[in-house]
C-alpha cells in the first residue's frame, strides 16, 4: 500500500508542476516554454527539495503531508479556475484519494520520518574530522 501511496504522491507533484505551468501561462500571457523555464523548473526544484520523500530536506511528519496537500489541492483548484475542468476535478479526487491513504498508512510514514531524523542526527556527528579513518602501520608515522 505505500508503493500505490508513493506513486500516487509521484504523479500529484507532477500535477502539481503542470498546474503552475498553466497558471503561469495564463496569468502571465507567457509561451509554453517560457513558462516552463520560469514556472515549472522552480516548482520542480522546490518540491524535489521539500516535499518528495526521497529528499534529504524534505519537511517532517505531520507539516510535509499538510503542506503538499494544500498545494495539491490548490493545484486542482487552480486548474478548474482556468477552466481546465477534467484536469482540476480529476486531480482534486486524487488529492483527496491521497489524502485517505495518507491518513491510512500516517503509522508508517510516522515511523520513516523518524528514522529519517535519526539518520540526520548521525550524519551530523560523523561528519567531524574524528570520523575519518586514521593511517595505520608502518606508514602511520609518516
Known sequence: MTK?????????????????????IAIWDLAP???VAMAGVPAAV???VFITSNSKWRLMWPVRPVVAHGLFIAGAIVLIGL????FGWIFLVLAFVSIGLTWRL??????TDEEMRRLRGAEAVDSGDDSRQRPTGRRAAR
Open 83 to 86: 477552466e481546465h475542468l477534467s
Open 33 to 35: 516554454m517560457l513558462a
Open 4 to 24: 500505490a501511496a508513493n506513486a500516487l504522491s509521484f504523479l500529484l507533484e507532477v500535477a502539481l508542476i503542470g498546474a503552475v505551468v498553466m497558471w503561469a
Open 106 to 111: 500516517r503509522g508508517s510514514m510516522r515511523r
Open 46 to 48: 522546490l518540491t524535489a
